[in-house]
């Protein structure tokens, strides 16, 4: 990891377009509050902040994708799963800029 490029990690909302999701575990990584008012298909809620605390949720057998509104706290998640062995991404631009492509 201390030779990875910057990108490395990151995928933008293009990448992932609707009919991809189910190729990630996703992880939504905002509060239940605002999990409950909306989320990506498929995602379980897990708080940024409580993301190496359960670990025994998350498998090691399929990449896992992690989003937050912006990609901001999400990726703080991500870079938690990757120090841990863990092939996690993070959604830049996050369920905004995710929607903002695809909701329409």
Partial sequence: MEFSEYSAGILVPEQVPPAELAQYFLIDARDSGQFAQGHLPGAINIEWREIVSKLGEIPTDKP???YC???TLS???SFALRLLGYNALVLQEGRNGWLAR???
Avoid: F, H, M, P
């Fill in 64 to 66: 896992i994708l992690v």
């Fill in 69 to 71: 509104n912006t990609g």
């Fill in 75 to 77: 990726s703080r998640a």
């Fill in 102 to 104: 695809y909701s329409k």
